[in-house]
């Protein structure tokens, strides 16, 4: 598995491998898996070379957590990266209030309280070193900090606002007490990674679908200043919640709810130029992102060890140079999108 050795503007050097693997489907996101499948899925994701993992308290409310520290428990400290988030604090609640009724499945009966401040975030770490069995993480990630999560702008800003006069500096001090080798944001959205960019000492991003083979806006600002400033980027959500993976067929998932029409027709054109150079879309889906050089790796979901083999088969399709120049001109590609010549 290729790695991508990232230097942190703090001075940390990160070794990813550029497929990563992210433990939501295994914190029991849509539906339960049995602890043996997750443990086998994991196996399958380390004997295939991945060694970069990035969870979160939310995912399956703690679940995803320590089911990594099950797997990780014996492992060498220096021979995987480990990313978790804050912004979330557990709760224990009655099973009726807890978060995620509907999306997480089988979970401890807690219900999130979102916490950006400075005691919030230290909360946050102490809770995941346990839950996780380690005595350091790679990255930590300020979690959801976006308008999707929090509805508007405002409620958004405000959160912003005490991250910046609170929760950053917990960050900081830990980043310099090398608990953390660098932090950034795990969002849905580029335009708040551009404000924490332009107004704290950030390392790297978790970007969640938006810098992908169907949205590239982020290369208007926010990538330029990434590359000005030597900012990493985790891209999550290549397949755009499914599309990108799926093709363009009714119920297709884009962003967490079915496609408009506006969607299906542009990724029907996206895939009519794969189709002419015979690759497939999800291939093309999983490797446009990494041609940017601040891109560290690409993280997709992996619910069973079929998932994963066929994940690093996707990473692993060798692409015609010419099918990025004819998506470019047919206007699909944003134009100033890095792609092989």
């Not at 443990?39 to 703690?62: C, V």
């Not at 309280?113 to 770490?125: A, K, L, N, T």
């Not at 929760?167 to 551009?194: D, Y």
């Not at 992102?289 to 690093?312: D, M, Y």
Request: charged share 25%.
């Amino acid at each position: 598995m290729k790695k991508r050795n990232f230097r942190a503007p703090s001075g940390e050097t990160i070794s990813f491998t550029e497929l990563g693997f992210g433990t939501a489907p295994i914190g029991n996101l849509y539906r339960a898996v049995d602890p043996e499948e997750a443990q086998r899925t994991l196996d399958a994701a380390w004997k295939a070379g991945i060694r970069y993992y990035d969870t979160a308290p939310l995912y399956g409310l703690g679940l995803s957590e320590t089911r990594l520290n099950r797997f990780l428990f014996g492992k060498k400290r220096k021979d995987y990266v480990l990313s978790t988030k804050v912004g979330r604090l557990l709760e224990v609640c009655d099973p009726k209030q807890r978060t995620g009724i509907g999306k997480f499945f089988d979970t401890p009966s807690r219900r999130e309280i979102y916490d950006y401040s400075y005691d919030g975030f230290m909360r946050s770490i102490e809770f995941s070193l346990e839950r996780l069995g380690v005595d350091s993480i790679d990255v930590i990630f300020i979690h959801d900090v976006d308008v999707f999560n929090h509805k508007t702008v405002a409620a958004r800003d405000a959160h912003v606002k005490t991250i910046l006069n609170s929760g950053i500096k917990a960050l900081e001090k830990l980043r310099s007490e090398k608990v953390i080798k660098a932090f950034g944001a795990g969002v849905n959205e580029w335009e708040v990674c551009e404000i924490l960019t332009r107004n704290s000492d950030v390392d790297i991003f978790l970007l969640a679908g938006r810098y992908t083979l169907l949205e590239q806006d982020s290369l208007n600002s926010f990538l330029p200043l990434c590359e000005e400033r030597g900012i990493g980027i985790v891209l999550g959500g290549p397949y755009n919640s499914g599309i990108l993976a799926t093709g363009p067929k009714p119920g297709a998932w884009y962003n967490y709810d079915p496609a408009p029409k506006a969607i299906l027709e542009r990724v029907a054109k996206i895939e009519a130029v794969c189709k002419r150079h015979k690759v497939k879309l999800a291939q093309a889906a999983l490797r446009f992102p990494l041609h940017h050089r601040n891109v560290v790796s690409v993280i997709p979901g992996g619910v069973s060890p079929k998932e994963v083999a066929l994940n690093v088969a996707t990473m692993d399709a060798k692409l015609p140079k010419t099918l990025w120049k004819d998506l470019k001109a047919e206007g699909l590609l944003h134009a100033d999108a890095p792609v092989p010549r």
